[in-house]
């Protein structure tokens, strides 16, 4: 980058630093498209876990890390006694995910750090960078996991023996790769909660807005069904004797988007996951997996869609002759923003002249359960016509700017109150 983004005479972050630590982690677990495929405790999340402490230390600060593996890297107030106002996100990313999901926000705030230690400024109140262990919840489900143990949402010891595709544990494999922490943080321990994102969405870019501030989320249910049927050969096997567990898995798949139209445009409905087995030619599935996904800013109707789908389900046990059952469930996103911190992000954006528009996230974020232990609010900042969960995310660096430099403001004045 060569375009010098920064106004004169004003407190604002290095825009080519930060473009550069993007940069860096671009290269950082590559996916076949150009974005990245750096799912929580692997190789790559390792990789990128050491480059974000070795910055992190670089810029003086002291990082500790507790038993789920979430990274805390500390920047000391002038009174060390006041809780913190911490920054963070996510840097684990889809498995065909972009450059910028969770990661713009982990490295703002590392950036807003960095020119704090540029001018010499020392805050009243520490500050804290956080990376969130497995917000996309790819590898191992539910999403959200470390901001959900840290804030009470899921049990540690639960959420350590979750396992991934090939049966490996949570709790082997942060430690695998030298995360399994021994700091027990309190979650009390916070003084605000700013987390800056991706909007993930069209508006901010389709309006040329560069800053979005985050009301509150849809509310957002999700479920994980199996079906139980009988292996049998597809030809002699007459219909009436089948128990076949892909048909029902394929009604639930019909079921859903047929839901998610009912409650259009606003509603959506998803099954982003389909398992079966044996998933071969000339036999008949016997077991079956299905993960399911309803959303909706109107949480009555979130819940109505949600309950529609579990309604549906011994209908489809019927006209499948399968067994089906519910075997892990979720929610989340039924927040609304600390509405003093919300103030605070309109008024530094008003005084640093950066347009700014109120907005709803459709998504999930690790905020959702920061806010139920601590003042939390968010800022979006554009992509590149919404795209998003694919590997051709993408971002403009002077769109982006703004909202980083609002973070760096909002965070100050919190961290100085």
């Not at 982690?25 to 876990?49: C, E, F, Q």
């Not at 019909?254 to 998803?270: K, N, V």
């Amino acid at each position: 980058m060569t375009t010098d983004l920064r106004p004169t005479n004003t407190l604002t972050i290095d825009p080519e630093r930060l473009w550069h630590t993007l940069e860096v982690s671009a290269g950082i677990g590559p996916g076949k498209a150009g974005g990245l495929s750096r799912l929580t405790l692997s190789d790559d999340d390792k990789a990128m876990r050491d480059q974000f402490v070795t910055w992190c230390q670089d810029a003086g600060c002291t990082v500790t890390v507790d038993p789920v593996g979430n990274i805390f890297a500390r920047r000391e107030g002038r009174d060390p006694e006041l809780t913190p106002v911490v920054m963070g996100s996510h840097l684990d990313t889809q498995i065909a995910g972009g450059r910028y999901d969770g990661i713009l926000g982990v490295l703002s705030g590392l950036e807003v750090i960095r020119t704090l230690n540029d001018r010499d400024i020392r805050t009243r109140r520490p500050i804290e960078v956080v990376c969130w262990t497995n917000e996309e919840g790819v590898r191992f489900q539910p999403p959200m996991m470390g901001a959900g143990v840290f804030a009470g949402v899921h049990d540690l010891n639960w959420v350590l023996s979750q396992t991934d595709d090939a049966g490996l544990t949570f709790g082997d494999e942060v430690a695998r790769i030298g995360y399994a922490g021994s700091v027990q943080r309190d979650a009390a321990d916070i003084d605000a909660y700013f987390e800056l994102h991706i909007e993930q969405g069209p508006i901010l870019d389709a309006q040329k807005v560069p800053v979005g501030i985050v009301t509150g989320g849809f509310t957002s249910f999700g479920a994980e069904l199996e079906i139980a049927g009988e292996n049998a050969h597809s030809g002699p096997t007459p219909m009436a004797a089948r128990k076949d567990a892909l048909v029902g898995a394929a009604l639930i798949v019909a079921r859903l988007h047929e839901i998610g139209w009912g409650y259009a445009p606003e509603g959506r409905a998803t099954c982003a996951r389909l398992d079966v087995s044996p998933n071969r030619y000339g036999i008949i599935a016997d077991q079956a997996t299905v993960v399911i996904d309803v959303r909706h800013p109107d949480p009555d109707l979130a819940d109505e869609m949600f309950q529609k789908a579990l309604h549906a389900l011994p209908d489809v046990a019927e006209r499948s002759g399968t067994d089906v059952s519910k075997v892990k469930d979720w929610s989340f996103g039924d927040v609304a923003f600390d509405a003093g911190l919300i103030d605070l992000i309109q008024s530094t954006a008003r005084d640093l002249d950066v347009a700014h528009i109120p907005i709803l996230s459709a998504a999930g974020h690790d905020a959702y359960h920061l806010s139920r232990i601590a003042p939390t609010a968010m800022i979006f900042t554009p992509c590149v016509d919404g795209i998003t969960h694919n590997e051709n995310e993408d971002i403009e660096l002077a769109s982006t700017v703004p909202g980083v430099n609002v973070l760096l403001h909002a965070v100050l004045r919190r961290a100085n109150a």
